[in-house]
């Protein structure tokens, strides 16, 4: 903690080293909170820069109290948040995601890699059906691994409000999770495999 | 515990914050609940879909991508400020001396001519000329006053004199001489 305050300090006299070292421990968090909340790569990255480019030009008015990584996250989920509303303005929804967009690792045999990019789409949906605020505190919780009271302080609200939209998520998610897994995941990947083949 | 309390808890006891007692009681109520384990079900699918999603790993040149977007803000500097004086006693001197370079032989030209319009237009070049000259001698007096105020006034207040210098001379030299020789 006391590194990561000699590092804001010294980003802050303009030492862009330091400030690479705080964008190295923090761009995992931040862009997977992106990709998460946005749901392509593309959209991740610039996601990611715009986060920094902000974080830099705000350093000063950082206040110390605040955990570093809450306060970049916080960063982080304003701007992706208005990603979203902007993309619903424009009537752009999560369905316009293209495949490729999927996380698969390249290095998987072609079956995992359906079964995974299989995964992905149905997490991908999943989280698309959710509204923005809903859609955050579970990547916040899943991904970025906080805890109600980071959350609460990330996003100045209460805990029992944390809980209560957490809890509102999954009700939402269960609900439409239900005819999806009536069909079989197997059915699905061969369904993928056939349009694989004849691609 | 009933079905409400018992979905009311099922998003703690996903996150592992159920205090011990409800727990138990929660674990009695879905043994004898079909509806309620169903529901439970769907929720832990749920959790594992999620919780299994990998974490990702952002491209490699992130980071260099980032700071070559980021530069300097430009901060006002010592030298920055002496650069503007500079840059501003120069453009002083040029109007102090080449101008009325300029116009000094614009006018022997016109003298020359021995006609009485163009020497009246010299005049009223003259005129413009003196003008200037007081312009300029009250941007020397600015520059000096900016010695005493500004944090780089070491450095104003120096070319202030010298445009005033400058000035003085230009109305010595070349505005006044002119007329003496051609009076």
Same mark, same amino acid.
């Given at each position: 903690?006391?590194?990561?305050r000699v590092l804001v300090e010294r980003?802050?006299?303009?030492?862009?080293?330091?400030?690479?070292?705080?964008?190295?421990?923090?761009?995992?968090?931040?862009?997977?909170?992106?990709?998460?909340?946005?749901?392509?790569?593309?959209?991740? /990255?610039?996601?990611?820069?715009?986060?920094?480019?902000?974080?830099?030009?705000?350093?000063?008015?950082?206040?110390?109290?605040?955990?570093?990584?809450?306060?970049?996250?916080?960063?982080?989920?304003?701007?992706?948040?208005?990603?979203?509303?902007?993309?619903?303005?424009?009537?752009? =929804?999560?369905? =316009?995601?293209?495949?490729?967009?999927?996380?698969?690792?390249?290095?998987?045999?072609?079956?995992?890699?359906?079964?995974?990019?299989?995964?992905?789409? /149905?997490?991908?949906?999943?989280?698309?059906?959710?509204?923005?605020?809903?859609?955050?505190?579970?990547?916040?919780?899943?991904?970025?691994?906080?805890?109600? /009271? /980071?959350?609460?302080?990330?996003?100045?609200?209460?805990?029992?409000?944390?809980?209560?939209?957490?809890?509102?998520?999954?009700?939402?998610?269960?609900?439409?999770?239900?005819?999806?897994?009536?069909?079989?995941? =197997?059915?699905?990947?061969?369904? =993928?495999?056939?349009?694989?083949?004849?691609? | 515990?009933?079905?409400?309390?018992?979905?009311?808890?099922?998003? #703690?006891?996903?996150?592992?914050?159920?205090?011990?007692?409800?727990?138990?009681?929660?674990?009695?109520?879905?043994?004898?609940?079909?509806?309620?384990?169903?529901?439970?079900?769907?929720?832990?699918?749920?959790?594992?879909?999620?919780?299994?999603?990998?974490?990702?790993?952002?491209?490699?040149?992130?980071?260099?991508?980032?700071?070559?977007?980021?530069?300097?803000?430009?901060?006002?500097?010592?030298?920055? !400020?002496?650069?503007?004086?500079?840059?501003?006693?120069?453009?002083?001197?040029?109007?102090?001396?080449?101008?009325?370079?300029?116009?000094? #032989?614009?006018l022997a030209v016109m003298a020359g001519?021995?006609?009485?319009?163009?020497? %009246? !237009?010299?005049?009223?070049?003259?005129?413009?000329?003196?003008?200037? !000259?007081?312009?300029?001698?009250?941007?020397?007096?600015?520059?000096?006053?900016?010695?005493?105020?500004?944090?780089?006034?070491?450095?104003?207040? %120096?070319?202030?004199?010298?445009?005033?210098? %400058?000035?003085?001379?230009?109305?010595?030299?070349?505005?006044?001489?002119?007329?003496?020789?051609?009076?």
């Amino acid at each position: 903690m006391d590194g990561e305050r000699v590092l804001v300090e010294r980003a802050l006299s303009g030492d862009q080293d330091a400030f690479g070292a705080l964008v190295q421990a923090y761009q995992g968090a931040v862009y997977n909170l992106a990709y998460r909340m946005l749901g392509t790569a593309a959209e991740a /990255e610039e996601a990611a820069q715009e986060t920094f480019i902000r974080v830099y030009r705000r350093l000063s008015t950082y206040d110390r109290q605040l955990k570093l990584s809450s306060w970049v996250l916080a960063i982080a989920s304003h701007y992706c948040v208005d990603r979203l509303r902007r993309r619903r303005l424009t009537w752009l =929804s999560l369905d =316009s995601v293209p495949d490729a967009a999927v996380a698969v690792e390249p290095s998987e045999a072609p079956e995992a890699g359906l079964l995974q990019r299989e995964k992905e789409r /149905e997490l991908h949906d999943l989280l698309g059906l959710l509204p923005e605020a809903y859609r955050l505190v579970l990547v916040l919780r899943y991904w970025n691994d906080l805890s109600y /009271e /980071e959350m609460a302080q990330m996003l100045d609200t209460s805990e029992s409000a944390v809980k209560s939209r957490l809890h509102r998520a999954r009700e939402m998610l269960a609900a439409h999770l239900a005819p999806r897994r009536a069909r079989p995941t =197997s059915e699905r990947l061969e369904r =993928s495999l056939a349009g694989h083949a004849l691609s | 515990m009933h079905c409400p309390e018992v979905r009311e808890r099922l998003s #703690l006891k996903l996150d592992g914050r159920l205090p011990e007692a409800d727990e138990r009681a929660l674990q009695v109520h879905l043994k004898d609940c079909p509806a309620c384990m169903e529901v439970w079900r769907r929720w832990r699918a749920i959790d594992e879909l999620f919780a299994a999603a990998p974490t990702l790993q952002p491209p490699e040149d992130l980071t260099a991508r980032i700071l070559a977007r980021i530069r300097p803000e430009p901060q006002p500097s010592a030298l920055g !400020a002496t650069v503007l004086v500079l840059g501003f006693g120069l453009a002083l001197w040029v109007a102090a001396l080449v101008l009325p370079l300029l116009v000094t #032989l614009c006018l022997a030209v016109m003298a020359g001519g021995q006609s009485p319009w163009l020497l %009246a !237009a010299g005049a009223s070049v003259g005129a413009s000329l003196l003008r200037l !000259a007081a312009a300029v001698a009250e941007a020397g007096r600015l520059l000096l006053w900016g010695a005493v105020h500004s944090p780089s006034g070491l450095v104003a207040g %120096a070319y202030g004199l010298v445009t005033i210098g %400058a000035v003085v001379a230009w109305l010595r030299v070349v505005v006044f001489r002119p007329h003496q020789a051609w009076g």
